[in-house]
């Protein structure tokens, strides 16, 4: 069993940046596989990036590549989004997740196992 908080969201204006972070609890953290997706009104949870266990690897969408950086200490079990140049678009629910089968980036929703309430990130033009 995996357990995971997110916090850090919040209201900004476009431009500004944001810190998502997420605690782990329950199985041994450095040995599996995380995400982050979002998921917007109306719309289907995407992915946004992902990070090996180690945290050597990491994978972006193309949407947020260059803006976002994934990252984890796993001594402190716990995982990072850090979010530049936010644009209204990123608007959503954002959504830690867990892939405890895996240990490098994952992309696919299916092969996440585990996931936290969501944190609210509302970019304002």
């Known amino acids: 069993q995996v357990q995971l908080v997110e916090s850090g969201g919040g209201l900004v204006q476009a431009g500004d940046s944001l810190r998502l972070s997420c605690a782990a609890s329950?199985?041994?953290?450095?040995?599996?596989?995380a995400g982050w997706f979002r998921q917007a009104p109306g719309k289907d949870r995407e992915f946004v990036a992902s990070?090996?266990?180690?945290?050597?690897?990491?994978y972006y969408s193309d949407s947020v590549k260059g803006r976002f950086t994934i990252s984890r200490d796993n001594a402190k079990n716990s995982v990072y989004l850090q979010m530049n140049s936010l644009k209204p678009e990123d608007t959503a629910v954002y959504y830690c997740?867990?892939?405890?089968?895996?240990?490098?980036?994952?992309?696919?929703?299916?092969?996440?196992?585990?996931w936290g309430q969501g944190t609210q990130v509302t970019v304002s033009s």
């Open positions: 990070i090996s266990s180690s945290g050597a690897r990491t």
């Open positions: 329950g199985r041994t953290f450095s040995t599996y596989a």
């Open positions: 997740g867990a892939s405890i089968l895996r240990r490098t980036p994952v992309v696919e929703e299916r092969s996440y196992e585990y």
